[in-house]
């Protein structure tokens, strides 16, 4: 495998890690409504839970310490990290969808993710501070090439793209996403109507975790560390903005949002020329351009690049019909 | 009123009282509703109407006194809860859901959706009932003559049309009683008339039974069966609309200091 093949094949990796990542963020926020300003801390959780999966035993004097340490093969870590991210999500959604109401929310999700950023790092009992995780086994990584092993893992990330997305996909088409769209739209109507609210929030909270813990747990399958560094809770802002610029509300609009943001705009960006020697000056200039983009898209563009389409039923058919024949009286306010 | 009486009252209200900060809002109200009714509950502004409807629907929660509903006591029970048992509620300012189709709007409202359920959502299977639900939804569509409308966001639609599809919408959860605050508000005035000959069709074919806050006297004379007074949080009155006019203690209420 050439240098532009393996560059190619570790862009999808990315490209499809990203997009899970985006779809799980999209079913919180753009299907459901929940701002979840916390959500890179769903990813840290699987991804934690998935390296600790895979790797062997903690070793008792070292620099690397973790909790569990099961060696357990490819799927049964990544099945475990989800799981995990899942229970956690539950619980989190637990603590804030009882207690606080849709616009305090991400005040308290921020709040949570800071506060647990802050921990992690100071005690390294818990997650070993700031080293986090090393050298965590990819799926079959001793016994590949790298070249097929690169290979494999972009099938890997492939595949589990394709069934996020097919749960989602036909989530989001079924009442129960058109329930969540109504506790979106307006939570109270939609108890007047005899909705559940908790129950509908937890249940989308709880779809956004599993892929939240899917990406997290391939990402570090993937890299072989987990380090705080990676999980600020500013990324959750990037995963945001990849939501709002594809299209909220459904899977495809995240797909697209996320090859846009993370592909076309930061991917592409590492194209620019260094402006004068300023190495430090890219990421800024990042954030800045997607930050006007994203204002861009609210002003002008609100429901995104692919805004979320009308539901659709066979009873078009019908309607199309009476449409001329029947008198058409309409009350006016 | 002739039709329930004997027979147990479908919503009992014992004692109501609610408060916010200092204001006495709804301050000891008590009073029954029979099945078949078409009850108006009418009361200068500031009388508590809506504070009443929101402690008997569940939006308000931390009230006094006892709320029995077709023989269950709902006493504090949630919104959602309340709406469960088949007391319905519609609000003063039509709520639609503004970013789904009038047609989506009124398939939400049905009750007991498998298709709501995770694993059902997931394997399908409730495709059957979604079309039992789609036929439902369409005759509504047609008594409203909304079915141009149907594949318009409800964000779309005029004040009008958002009540209707609001009350649409409430009648689709199949309810044995509506709570109606002020149906008219937002009707154009050609167009109440059509509204008041629907609730009353509800009313004398379905027999559904509607309690019905409302300022336009008017409309509560023709659609209503007898009407509550309310007056700075008590009931000072039930009676025919007729007789209420005549009625010194309305009469002060309304007109006196």
């Known amino acids: 495998?050439?240098?532009?093949?393996?560059?190619?094949?570790?862009?999808?990796?990315?490209?499809?890690?990203?997009?899970?990542?985006?779809?799980?963020?999209?079913?919180?926020?753009?299907?459901?409504?929940?701002?979840?300003?916390?959500?890179?801390?769903?990813?840290?959780?699987?991804?934690?839970?998935?390296?600790?999966?895979?790797?062997?035993?903690?070793?008792?004097?070292?620099?690397?310490?973790?909790?569990?340490?099961?060696?357990?093969?490819?799927?049964?870590d990544l099945l475990f990290g989800m799981a995990v991210t899942v229970a956690c999500g539950a619980v989190l959604g637990i603590i804030v969808f009882t207690r606080v109401s849709v616009w305090y929310l991400a005040v308290t999700l921020t709040a949570i993710g800071y506060a647990l950023l802050t921990v992690i790092n100071d005690e390294p009992r818990l997650f070993n501070g700031y080293v986090g995780l090393l050298n965590v086994p990819g799926p079959w990584e001793s016994q590949l090439?790298?070249?097929?092993?690169?290979?494999?893992?972009?099938?890997?990330?492939?595949?589990?793209?394709?069934?996020?997305?097919?749960?989602?996909?036909?989530?989001?088409?079924?009442?129960?996403?058109?329930?969540?769209?109504?506790?979106?739209?307006?939570?109270?109507?939609?108890?007047?109507?005899?909705?559940?609210?908790?129950?509908?929030?937890?249940?989308?909270?709880?779809?956004?975790?599993?892929?939240?813990?899917?990406?997290?747990?391939?990402?570090?399958?993937?890299?072989?560390?987990?380090?705080?560094?990676?999980?600020?809770?500013?990324?959750?802002?990037?995963?945001?903005?990849?939501?709002?610029?594809?299209?909220?509300?459904?899977?495809?609009?995240?797909?697209?949002?996320?090859?846009?943001?993370?592909d076309l705009l930061i991917e592409g960006s590492k194209y620019l020329p260094v402006i004068g020697g300023h190495l430090a000056l890219l990421p800024t200039i990042q954030t800045m351009f997607l930050g006007l983009i994203v204002m861009a898209m609210l002003w002008w563009r609100p429901w995104g690049l692919l805004p979320e389409p009308k539901e659709r039923h066979r009873l078009w058919a019908w309607l199309k019909e009476p449409r001329g024949s029947h008198p058409t009286v309409t009350l006016d306010g | 009123m002739?039709?329930?009486?004997?027979?147990?009252?479908?919503?009992?209200?014992?004692?109501?009282?609610?408060?916010?900060?200092?204001?006495?809002?709804?301050?000891?109200?008590?009073?029954?509703?029979?099945?078949?009714?078409?009850?108006?509950?009418?009361?200068?502004?500031?009388?508590?109407?809506?504070?009443?409807?929101?402690?008997?629907?569940?939006?308000?929660?931390?009230?006094?006194?006892?709320?029995?509903?077709?023989?269950?006591?709902?006493?504090?029970?949630?919104?959602f809860r309340v709406a469960r048992t088949g007391l319905v509620r519609s609000y003063q300012v039509s709520r639609v859901f503004d970013r789904l189709t009038v047609l989506s709007n009124l398939?939400?409202?049905?009750?007991?959706?498998?298709?709501?359920?995770?694993?059902?959502?997931?394997?399908?299977?409730?495709?059957?009932?979604?079309?039992?639900?789609?036929?439902?939804?369409?005759?509504?569509?047609?008594?409203?003559?909304?079915?141009?409308?149907?594949?318009?966001?409800?964000?779309?639609?005029?004040?009008?049309?958002?009540?209707?599809v609001e009350l649409s919408r409430a009648l689709l959860t199949g309810p044995k009683m509506l709570l109606l605050d002020e149906p008219f508000a937002g009707v154009s005035p050609a167009n109440r008339r059509r509204l008041g000959d629907w609730l009353l069709r509800l009313n004398q074919e379905a027999g559904l039974t509607i309690l019905m806050v409302e300022h336009r006297l008017e409309q509560v004379e023709r659609l209503c069966s007898s009407a509550l007074v309310m007056a700075a949080g008590r009931v000072i009155a039930r009676d025919s609309m007729a007789n209420l006019r005549r009625n010194p203690r309305v009469i002060e209420a309304y007109f006196g200091g």
């Open chain 1, 1 to 76: 495998m050439g240098q532009v093949e393996f560059y190619i094949v570790t862009l999808v990796i990315l490209a499809s890690i990203n997009a899970i990542n985006v779809i799980g963020l999209n079913v919180q926020f753009g299907t459901a409504g929940l701002l979840n300003l916390a959500y890179i801390i769903l990813l840290a959780i699987g991804a934690y839970a998935t390296g600790v999966a895979a790797l062997p035993p903690s070793p008792s004097h070292g620099y690397v310490t973790y909790i569990g340490g099961f060696s357990w093969p490819f799927p049964w």
């Open chain 1, 145 to 262: 090439s790298q070249a097929d092993y690169q290979l494999v893992f972009c099938a890997i990330s492939l595949i589990c793209l394709g069934l996020i997305f097919l749960l989602t996909w036909r989530l989001e088409r079924s009442p129960l996403g058109r329930a969540w769209r109504a506790i979106r739209e307006d939570e109270t109507a939609a108890m007047a109507l005899g909705k559940n609210p908790l129950l509908l929030k937890l249940l989308a909270f709880s779809v956004g975790s599993l892929a939240a813990g899917m990406a997290g747990g391939l990402t570090v399958l993937y890299l072989g560390s987990w380090n705080t560094e990676a999980w600020q809770p500013n990324e959750t802002f990037l995963v945001l903005a990849a939501v709002i610029v594809g299209g909220r509300g459904w899977t495809v609009g995240g797909v697209v949002g996320s090859l846009v943001t993370y």
């Open chain 2, 2 to 79: 002739a039709s329930g009486a004997g027979a147990a009252p479908l919503l009992r209200v014992e004692a109501l009282a609610h408060a916010f900060g200092g204001v006495q809002a709804v301050n000891g109200v008590t009073f029954e509703v029979h099945r078949g009714e078409f009850l108006g509950l009418i009361g200068p502004n500031g009388a508590g109407k809506s504070t009443l409807l929101d402690c008997l629907s569940g939006q308000i929660r931390d009230y006094r006194g006892r709320v029995v509903f077709d023989g269950q006591d709902v006493s504090r029970w949630p919104l």
């Open chain 2, 107 to 164: 398939l939400t409202a049905p009750p007991r959706q498998r298709g709501e359920r995770l694993p059902w959502a997931l394997l399908g299977g409730w495709r059957a009932q979604e079309r039992h639900h789609l036929e439902l939804a369409q005759a509504a569509l047609m008594d409203f003559e909304l079915t141009p409308l149907a594949r318009t966001y409800a964000s779309e639609v005029s004040g009008g049309q958002r009540r209707l």
